[in-house]
């Protein structure tokens, strides 16, 4: 695929965003632990260990990708729970449904390719919902947020885990060489795609800060909003409950 991504209208970036996903999927785990130098397992894990789930719960993995995030959610809510993976991109959604059936994983699971600013899912549904590095890539964040609010149960926890802003000034430059000429120069090596690891860079410069996500997320009707930073705020997760 060849785009150049600053010149695509914001109406093309569903389209844009779907070319990136099935480009990249047969790599995207490969290139997550290069490009991160495996430290997004360590990110992840905390998101998920620190989550509000008991086990038997219901949860929803939105952008749930190639599973890493449900995979871990499996361990919190054990056999008797149910975890419904959700994802637009139908190549991303094959690879975790692959992954997950090849470790034994059927039982309990479901997988539905649906687009998160519009969900299929009835009001009052599930017990947590998360959405890890997926709401950056979504169109329209305060109706992703909306349909995620929507879908909770009363008392339920949505959690975000998102690249945000670097908060020391020292780290800032090593950061943007390590986005903006590692990176794509990474995706182009192992991936054969400099432009996919170019968009995902620039993805996260567009991304709302700390501050302004946890607005979105009062905006949209959660309750008790709050963030954490993780090593210095590369990435934040946020949490917002259903009152
Ligand atoms: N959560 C996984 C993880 O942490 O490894 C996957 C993250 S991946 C960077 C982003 C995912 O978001 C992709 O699988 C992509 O298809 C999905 N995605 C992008 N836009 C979406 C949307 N509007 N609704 C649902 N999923 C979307």
């Known amino acids: 695929t060849h785009f150049g991504f600053r010149d695509v209208p914001t109406g093309d970036k569903q389209k844009l965003v779907g070319e990136v996903f099935s480009s990249v999927a047969g790599n995207y785990d490969l290139m997550n632990d290069l490009m991160s130098l495996g430290i997004h397992r360590v990110w992840k894990r ?12 219901r949860v929803l993995d939105l952008a749930g990708g190639t599973g890493d995030i449900a995979a871990l ?23 975790g449904r692959d992954r997950m059936t ?9 997988y539905v390719q649906c687009n998160a600013e519009t ?10 919902v998360t959405i890890a590095f997926g709401l950056r890539n979504v169109t329209d964040k305060d109706a992703a947020l ?17 690249f945000s ?3 020391a000034d020292w780290f800032r430059p090593i950061y943007d060489f390590h986005s903006f000429k590692v990176l794509p120069r990474l995706g182009k090596l192992f991936a054969r795609d400099a432009d996919s690891y170019q968009y995902l860079a620039e993805s996260i410069r567009k991304h ?25 705020g590369i990435v934040a997760i946020h949490d917002g409950y259903k009152a």
């Open 46 to 57: 905390y998101f998920v260990a620190t989550a509000q789930v008991r086990t038997g719960d």
């Open 73 to 95: 959610l499996r361990e919190r809510v054990g056999d008797s729970g149910e975890l419904v993976l959700g994802d637009i991109n139908a190549s991303m959604l094959r690879v």
């Open 102 to 110: 090849d470790r034994g994983q059927v039982r309990g699971f479901g």
């Open 119 to 128: 969900l299929p899912f009835p009001d009052n549904s599930f017990d947590l």
């Open 146 to 162: 909306r349909e995620m609010l929507r879908v909770l149960k009363v008392g339920g926890q949505a959690r975000v885990l998102e």
């Open 165 to 167: 802003e670097v908060k």
């Open 208 to 232: 709302p800060p700390q501050d302004a996500l946890k607005a979105m997320m009062e905006a949209a009707g959660f309750a008790r909003c709050r963030y954490r930073n993780l090593n210095g």
